[in-house]
């Protein structure tokens, strides 16, 4: 240490300060200083001192910094979410505080930075797509062994075998991280061409008049790799003025968003609540739940600081303030209920999982083509949820998911 260094030359020069401040590059009083401690406290004054003040009267109580590191190993919610978690308690704390109080209590990680070149990523300038101008879609596993704790995994198995279905479909609006859900039994071409469909009828139903990307991978349930399938799927999807592309394969990053939204699935709908999930309704009225919440209650904190704590629609609003508000309540429906049935015009009641209101049942007993009847059965399907709203009695009346 430069204690030591600074007693060394001291000895040498025969105990002149002088000369040893000239030869260490330091002040006379610095050698002084040195010396009292070693006089004092012997080899042990010859280490290094901590600077750290003996009191820190700004520093953040110990009871808010409690708070802080439980709400981050009960969600892993970032420091602006926790930050605004804190906020609805009355508690205002900045950002950088948050993160320095996580620091402190080793609950950060260091980011590792990932170069273009490495990973021959695609890079977004979100601003320039408008809302729903580029989706993308992908299919999750809801049976996920390295996810879920071992109890729900076995639950989820045994719901398996029952006929709940386990894969979720999603499509994510870039631009605005707007989300649609929907579930089927078996991974296949036919479950994710209706879903598709599905997301590209409602948002026509809606208004959204602009061309409409849907970006996918390269998986069997979005034609695989047969050229034939994709070329047959665009040139219907043209009539509807939208577009399916693909991913570079082996680059699942670029579908990144959609992945990440998948995650949050896990850590806020599937690990806290799926116990709550005991067959086939009780899934599609949770996961109606979750959608109209991700989509219209819980705050987003992303890179697009427009979008910094506001809520999907929120920042849909903000952009398109002539948009319906029922557009952010896509109704998951079960794909395998549309897709087995050949005779779609009056077929399959794709919404019957729900409660719904007599408006919603005169709308489906008229015989209508496809696409309006998928169109128009959404529609009044969002509201009759509204209508119905006051009347439910579901477990989740009191969590933040409740309806």
């Avoid at 006089?39 to 953040?60: A, H, I, Q």
């Avoid at 729900?152 to 979720?168: C, D, S």
């Avoid at 043209?238 to 670029?254: D, H, P, V, Y």
């Avoid at 996961?287 to 705050?299: F, L, Q």
Wanted: proline letters at 4%; glycine letters at 6%; aromatic letters at 12%.
């Amino acid at each position: 240490t430069q204690q030591e260094v600074v007693g060394t030359c001291f000895e040498n020069c025969c105990g002149n300060i002088s000369e040893t401040a000239r030869i260490c590059g330091i002040s006379r009083n610095t050698v002084r200083k040195i010396l009292r401690r070693f006089e004092k406290e012997g080899e042990e004054g010859l280490k290094n001192k901590s600077r750290r003040p003996k009191n820190s009267p700004r520093k953040t109580n110990t009871q808010v910094e409690k708070v802080v590191v439980d709400i981050f190993e009960r969600t892993n919610y970032g420091i602006r979410r926790i930050a605004r978690e804190l906020k609805r308690k009355g508690i205002a704390i900045s950002y950088g505080t948050v993160w320095k109080i996580l620091k402190r209590n080793g609950k950060t990680k260091p980011k590792k930075k990932i170069t273009i070149r490495k990973t021959g990523r695609r890079y977004y300038n979100l601003l320039d797509f408008r809302p729903f101008e580029l989706m993308q879609v992908d299919v999750k596993k809801v049976i996920d062994g390295d996810t879920l704790p071992r109890e729900l995994y076995t639950h989820f198995l045994e719901l398996k075998k029952r006929g709940v279905p386990m894969y979720q479909f999603s499509a994510l609006d870039l631009r605005t991280r707007l989300r649609f859900i929907a579930y089927g039994e078996e991974k296949n071409f036919s479950n994710g061409w209706a879903f598709i469909i599905l997301v590209v009828l409602w948002l026509r139903a809606f208004g959204v008049q602009w061309r409409i990307f849907i970006q996918t991978d390269w998986g069997e349930e979005f034609g695989d790799k047969s050229e034939r399938k994709i070329r047959i799927m665009n040139k219907l999807l043209a009539n509807l003025g939208a577009e399916i592309t693909r991913i570079q394969k082996g680059k699942k990053e670029q579908n990144g968003y959609v992945e990440r939204s998948h995650r949050t699935d896990d850590e806020e709908l599937y690990i806290p609540y799926g116990n709550k999930i005991t067959d086939v309704s009780s899934q599609f009225t949770l996961a109606y739940a979750w959608i109209r919440y991700y989509n219209t209650k819980r705050p987003h904190y992303v890179r697009l600081r427009r979008i910094d704590g506001k809520t999907p629609f929120e920042y849909l609003k903000s952009i398109t303030p002539e948009v319906h508000p029922h557009i952010s309540l896509f109704p998951p429906v079960f794909l395998d209920k549309i897709t087995t049935d050949s005779s779609w015009r009056g077929g399959n009641d794709v919404c019957k999982h729900y409660r719904l209101s007599e408006d919603y049942k005169s709308v489906i007993s008229k015989p209508k083509s496809y696409p309006f009847f998928v169109a128009t059965g959404f529609i009044s399907l969002t509201n009759s949820f509204l209508i119905c709203e006051e009347n439910q009695n579901s477990d989740l009346q009191n969590s933040s998911l409740s309806l």
